[in-house]
């Protein structure tokens, strides 16, 4: 009986989440002011995260917690403020196209959708129950998916390279 009151309790909680993802992404969407946007979208990526530790994924929790809120969002905080305080003037973004924009997130919505409901749920199972996530992510990338993982190894080393001589790139007649 004390199980099905965890399930129910986890099942709630996670409505609960996704709700609040659903309604902070509105606001992002919504929103005039950048910084509102951008707290918004620190709570929109915490409640993902928090969806995913309901999900049992914690190894994709902590990702999008290190990644995400701990990196990306707080680099572009950052950016917005320090922004502001050069220009001072309030950041406020306007929307364009917001038509073409609502047809191509219908869209959008309707193809994932429709592939949420193609997924066969009952095919998915665990590969072994003593192994946690981190160590089926670590055996799936380098059994099954190496090549994948090699390619975008290789694709990424490319991208930081391409980076550097571009940033390190000086025309003639310049010092800088």
């Known amino acids: 009986m004390m199980r099905k009151e965890?399930?129910?309790l986890i099942d709630i909680l996670f409505y609960i989440f996704s709700a609040l993802a659903i309604l902070s992404a509105?606001?992002?969407?919504?929103t005039k002011n950048l910084l509102y946007a951008a707290f918004s979208l620190v709570a929109t990526f915490l409640c993902v995260a928090a969806v995913y530790v309901l999900a049992q994924a914690e190894f994709v929790?902590?990702?999008q917690l290190m990644i995400y809120v701990g990196g990306i969002v707080?680099?572009?905080?950052f950016g917005v403020m320090l922004t502001n305080k050069i220009t001072d003037k309030g950041i406020i973004t306007s929307s364009y196209n917001r038509f073409l924009g609502a047809i191509i997130a219908i869209s959008l919505f309707v193809v994932l959708f429709y592939g949420i409901l193609k997924i066969n749920f009952g095919a998915v199972e665990s590969q072994s129950a003593d192994m946690n996530n981190v160590n089926q992510i670590g055996v799936e990338l380098l059994t099954e998916y190496l090549l994948p993982f090699e390619i975008a190894a290789v694709v990424l080393l490319v991208a930081l390279i391409g980076a550097?001589?571009?940033s390190g790139y000086k025309t003639k007649g310049t010092d800088e």
Not at 26 to 30: A, N, R, T
Not at 74 to 77: E, F, M, T, Y
């Open 6 to 8: 965890i399930l129910v």
């Open 164 to 166: 550097s001589v571009i």
């Open 74 to 77: 707080v680099l572009l905080i």
């Open 26 to 30: 509105g606001v992002i969407l919504f």
């Open 61 to 63: 929790a902590v990702t």
